[in-house]
């Protein structure tokens, strides 16, 4: 790739998600020429992602030149070549791209899934690659920060490296894992693996259509708010009142990433994308409950214990929480901490300024999911 104001073609995967939304309209926004791969209705899933584009901050807000620079093709990553017959394999080679993206991935953290996840988050990253590899291209790779599996949970540095780890948490850590050794060992061509940490709204409008890690807790509490007079009682949630809740929101992610992405020096490393300074989970917890109008009480899993003076109901709703965020409840309650010095050399820390300058971030962003 040559600099940020040079048009180039990216082939994206994922480009349907979240944080894929807000990648594909950054780049089309910059001047770029964006082809997303996906499955299913993608006529009507192109224009979901216009409509929510709505919703997006002025910084990612198209006009018509720039949609018009949108393709869409047909497939499958974790199918051979990509889902597509030879005769559109061999037509998609002959494009040429000077990027791919992966931004795709199996979200699903039960041990009976990690086949499905190895199929699309390792098996597809290795077509994805070796597409790069045939077309010569920029291979540019989303991972996730919480790489470090349980071996790095007690807050020892995670470095901006590949880890070979002893444990892993889920189906999803794992296969994370093992796509960035796949990235590492088979890239003929120049490469970068983006470790977002836990992406959450627009910094701006608050606007997210996700539904993992911080709204998992956003939606208990407004469930419980909903389904019971729950005003003056006290909603347990177990924590590592020591863990910091490394959020991003999607806006600053994709700015970062993209600004990294064009730089040519920053080829082969890995960067972590995730606040140099992040609020505690106690913090947020608490904050998040102050919003919701709930009484928050964050309990340190490992050493705290909760009031001895509960009554029945709150005892009842706080093995209700327990029970509700099991799936995220190793992220919360371990202590991760990230080191981002390639992310400050190559992305600097203007995104994270304006963000944090940001008013009512945090009530913007409950009420615009809830």
Same mark, same amino acid.
């Given at each position: ?239 590592? !009142?020591?863990?910091?809740? @490394?959020? *991003? $929101? +999607? /806006? ?11 730089? %040519? ?24 409950? !102050?919003?919701?109008?709930? @009484?928050? *009480? $964050? +309990? /340190? ?11 029945? %109901? ?34 600097? /820390? ?21």
């Amino acid at each position: 790739m040559n600099n940020e104001n040079t048009p180039q073609k990216h082939l994206v995967a994922g480009g349907f998600g979240f944080f894929g939304q807000y990648l594909t309209w950054l780049l089309l926004r910059k001047g770029h020429h964006v082809t997303l791969i996906g499955r299913g209705d993608l006529e009507k899933r192109v224009e979901t992602l216009f409509t929510d584009n709505k919703k997006a901050n002025d910084g990612f807000l198209l006009n018509e030149i720039e949609m018009s620079n949108l393709s869409i093709i047909q497939g499958d990553i974790g199918k051979v070549n990509l889902g597509l017959s030879d005769t559109d394999f061999a037509e998609l080679v002959k494009r040429r791209y000077d990027a791919i993206w992966n931004s795709a991935a199996h979200m699903r953290y039960e041990p009976e899934h990690l086949p499905e996840s190895r199929t699309i988050n390792v098996e597809g990253t290795r077509r994805l690659v070796n597409l790069a590899n045939k077309l010569n291209s920029v291979y540019n790779h989303i991972s996730t920060a919480f790489i470090g599996g349980k071996d790095h949970a007690d807050g020892s540095l995670i470095a901006e490296q590949i880890y070979k780890v002893s444990e892993y948490y889920n189906s999803y850590d794992r296969t994370k894992s093992e796509a960035e050794e796949v990235v590492k060992s088979t890239s003929l061509v120049p490469y970068r693996i983006f470790r977002p940490s836990i992406i959450i709204g627009d910094s701006v409008t608050g606007f997210s259509n996700s539904n993992f890690g911080f709204y998992e807790y956003v939606q208990l509490l407004q469930a419980l708010k909903k389904r019971s007079d729950i005003s003056d009682m006290r909603v347990v949630v177990p924590c590592n !009142e020591r863990g910091c809740f @490394n959020i *991003v $929101p +999607v /806006d600053v992610c994709a700015n970062i990433i993209v600004k990294i992405a064009l730089q %040519k020096k920053s080829a082969n490393r890995i960067f972590t994308i995730s606040d140099p300074a992040p609020m505690t989970y106690k913090d947020i917890l608490i904050k998040m409950g !102050e919003i919701l109008g709930v @009484n928050v *009480v $964050p +309990v /340190d899993s490992q050493f705290g214990t909760p009031p001895q003076d509960l009554q029945e %109901k709150e005892r009842f709703i706080s093995k209700f929480v327990q029970r509700a965020t099991t799936r995220n409840s190793p992220f919360v309650q371990g202590n991760f901490k990230f080191s981002t010095d390639n992310s400050a050399d190559f992305g600097g /820390d203007e995104y994270w300024v304006k963000w944090k300058s940001q008013p009512q971030y945090f009530k913007k962003l409950i009420d615009a999911f809830v």
